[in-house]
Each structure stands twice: as C-alpha cells, then as structure tokens.
C-alpha cells in the first residue's frame, strides 16, 4: 500500500495537507481511498436546441494555497467563450488573500474594461471586500466592509457594510448592516438582524429590524423559526413579515427538510401564504449513491390540476473512481416530459491530484534561498551556497530519523515515517539557526 504524509507546522501557515474522499465506509462503495483532489477549472456547457447539442459558455480556473489547516482558493480566473474567435476571453479575475489562522482578509475583483480606443481593453479592478476580526471581551466581532471604483482611474469608495457579533463557540448574535451615506459620511445601518439559539446551539429564531428615518428607530420588518429532529437537523423553517396595518406579524413562506438514518437530506418543499391559503410551491429530492455521494435532485412544482407532484426538472452528478465530482448536468423541461428540455447546463470540473502541489512555508533567507517545500514524499532544500549546513528531523526521543550534512540543494525522503510530532532543525558551524515543530500525519 502506497503512503502519504500530511505535515502539519504548527507555528506557521503554509505546509500541505491531504483531502480526505468524499465517499461514505460503505463496504460496497468502490472508490479507491489513496488520492485526492482540488478543481483546478470548471467549464459550463449550455443547451442549444436548435443543434442539439451542448456549447461552451463559460470557464473558470481554479488557483489554490496551503492556508492554516487546508487548501483554500486564493485566486480565480473567469472566461466567455467568443463565437467568432472561437476561443476564451479573460473577463475577470477574482484574488483571495487570508490571515495566518485561515481567515479572509481580503476578496477583490477585476473585470475586463475598455480604457479607450488607444489603450483597449484591460483588467481593472473595481470591486473589493476587506474583512477584519477582533475579540471584545467573551465575544468575537467579524467587520465586512465593501468597497467599488466607479471608473478604472478613480479612488476607491466606500459601498456597504456588514458587521457581525458571535459568541465564544461562533455562533451569530447579531448583524447590522446598510450603505455608506455620502451625504453624512457614515456607514447607514439599514437594517439589523437578532439571532436566537437554543440549548443545542442551534438556531432557534431571527428577527429582522429596519431603521426607520422618520423615528430614528429600528423597527419590525420580519422574523424567522427553525425547528430540529432528534439529530440536529434543521426540519422546519417559517418567515413572517411584519405588517404596519395590523401591527403584527404575518406569516409568508415556510419550507419543510426530512431526512434519511444517517442524517443526509432527502427532500424539500415549500409552501407560500396567498389570500389566506397555504400554496405549494416547489420540491426538491435527493437521491444517494451508494458511496454516499449525492447523485441526482429532481425538481417538481405542484400541480392544482393533477393535485399532484408534477416533475420539471433534474440535475445528474458524475464522480471519478476517487468519489471526486468531475461533472453535473441540469435538465429544466415542460409538461413533466424529460424529453421537452427547455433549458440545460453541463458543468465539467478539470482536477488536480494535491499530493503533486508543492507548497512552502517562511523561512529565514539569512541562509536559504527559498522556503523547504514540502510534499507527501520529501522535503526539498535550496540552501546558500559558501557554508556549511546540516538538517536533522528529530522524534520526540530526539533520535535523528532523518538528516542532511553539508547541504546546498538536497531532497530529504518521508517516506516510511510513522505520524507523530517531529523537530525540524538546520545548524550552521555547530550553532542552530532554525527551529520548527512538525505534525506529520500519515
């Protein structure tokens, strides 16, 4: 059996890690276990009758980092497809940037833009979001603040603002948030939001406020309910709105989850109030495969003349042997005939294997060219060249288990290791000038 090691540093950000397999420990489940991937691009197909056939649209590509304890995406480009070109057009991009502990920081877009007619088209950026988090006192307060360029050659402006307050163990509180006011110049707190949670830590209810500019006061707007089986499973959820000419709330839609043994949701439905009568709106289903994958949702509305479920739609999903998802394809059709497809998409995703990303994390460049990078197998090193080095990875006895002397550019093999914690240390002329604490997981 082939093995992986998953390292882990634990003062530090970058490092690589391994993504487990989507597939349920089902014996019958046939997906292999020793590999996993990330989707480098997703490629979106729609349907034209008219050829039957399916037509390029549009592609995204997929760039990813080791943050904290995971991959996380930190840069995103968006394509169209252009008919008479009869090829991809960049038409945005979209960057991610997080703090040490994982966190988002920062998510901006780009779009494609016309300059003028000398300069053409360019990527200009013209939409960001800056996050930030602090703690006060047994709280945490998550700060989201939106920023826009009306043109490419003009400052940022302030837009919108979300300001959230959660408890000790990250559950929501409370919400304000509204528009920047260029006529006061402040952030316009519209609207506020109040969460209630049970003694699950589940939410129990919410309540919706408006801030009103006549009586300088929030009041009501709408609230919400949720109830929960035995399990924890969100089973009931109902939103009223509050009406000013009874001064009460109202109820306007309500939706309804069930579920299988184990947890998985099977169907939805919703009903909304109209004159006075609940009417059902829509179903979804959620069909299983047998590695617990979810492999196709139908879709129905309800039919006042069959007084039954009528169904006008699916969307089918395809996974590789690893129980990855590599395709999903949404059928919308008439009449509840399959074979009447008014709309459709294919979605192909493009994967890479982790286990061949390579990733670094900071290292002093007083004596290294670069960061060790790090993969399932080895640890490479780029050393300066002039002195003498030697590497050691240390067990927790202190035993040397694997070593490098005089190195300038050396790999340092893992296979074979057995997890546990190990001490990674570089020496220079008898003094140690790097230490780092390693969790290598197999």
């Not at 989707?39 to 760039?63: K, M």
């Not at 499973?233 to 709330?249: E, H, L």
């Not at 492999?295 to 969307?315: A, F, I, K, P, V």
């Not at 300066?384 to 006895?397: H, N, W």
Request: glycine letters at 6%.
């Amino acid at each position: 059996m082939r093995h992986h090691h998953t390292i882990f540093i634990l003062t530090t950000a970058f490092v690589l890690t391994a993504i487990t397999c989507q597939g349920q420990n089902n014996p019958d489940c046939t997906y292999s276990q020793d590999s996993s991937f990330l989707a480098s691009s997703r490629i979106l197909r729609t349907f034209n009758s008219a050829l039957d056939s399916f037509e390029y649209f549009s592609r995204n590509a997929y760039e990813y980092a080791y943050i904290f304890d995971g991959y996380k995406k930190v840069f995103e480009t968006s394509e169209s497809f252009e008919e008479n070109s009869q090829g991809w057009e960049v038409i945005g991009t979209d960057s991610l940037v997080y703090d040490a502990e994982g966190r988002l920081t920062l998510s901006q877009r780009t779009n494609l833009e016309l300059i003028d007619i000398n300069v053409g088209y360019v990527l200009v950026p013209r939409y960001k979001d800056e996050y930030h988090y602090e703690e006060v006192g047994n709280l945490k307060v998550e700060d989201e603040i939106s920023s826009i360029k009306q043109a490419y050659n003009l400052p940022w402006e302030n837009s919108y603002r979300t300001l959230d307050t959660l408890s000790a163990n990250n559950l929501r509180l409370s919400r304000y948030s509204g528009p920047w006011d260029p006529s006061t110049n402040q952030w316009s707190f519209t609207w506020r939001r109040t969460y209630f949670n049970n003694a699950n830590n589940l939410r129990d209810s919410l309540y919706r406020d408006r801030f009103s500019s006549s009586t300088q006061q929030y009041e009501p707007n709408g609230r919400a309910f949720y109830e929960y089986d035995s399990l924890g499973n969100n089973t009931y959820y109902q939103f009223d709105s509050w009406s000013n000419t009874s001064s009460a709330y109202v109820p306007v839609y309500k939706s309804f989850y069930t579920y299988d043994s184990i947890g998985r949701q099977t169907n939805f439905w919703s009903e909304s109030l109209q004159s006075g009568n609940w009417i059902i709106a829509e179903r979804e289903e959620t069909i299983y495969n047998i590695c617990g994958d979810v492999e196709r949702e139908n879709t129905y509305t309800w039919s006042t003349t069959l007084n039954d479920w009528q169904q006008t739609g699916h969307e089918d999903f395809e996974y590789n042997e690893y129980g990855t998802l590599i395709s999903s394809r949404l059928y919308q059709y008439l009449s509840g005939d399959p074979n009447d497809i008014t709309f459709a998409n294919w979605i192909t995703y493009g994967l890479n294997n982790v286990t061949s990303i390579e990733k670094e994390i900071p290292f002093d460049d007083s004596f290294a060219q670069a960061s060790p990078l790090f993969t399932h197998q080895e640890m490479s090193f780029d050393f300066k060249a002039g002195k003498s080095y030697s590497v050691s990875l240390l067990d927790l006895q202190g035993r040397r288990v694997r070593g490098l002397s005089n190195a300038v550019q050396q790999n340092m093999p893992l296979h074979g290791l057995t997890g546990g914690y190990y001490l990674l240390q570089v020496v220079e002329n008898g003094q140690q000038v790097y230490s780092q604490k390693l969790l290598i997981k197999e």
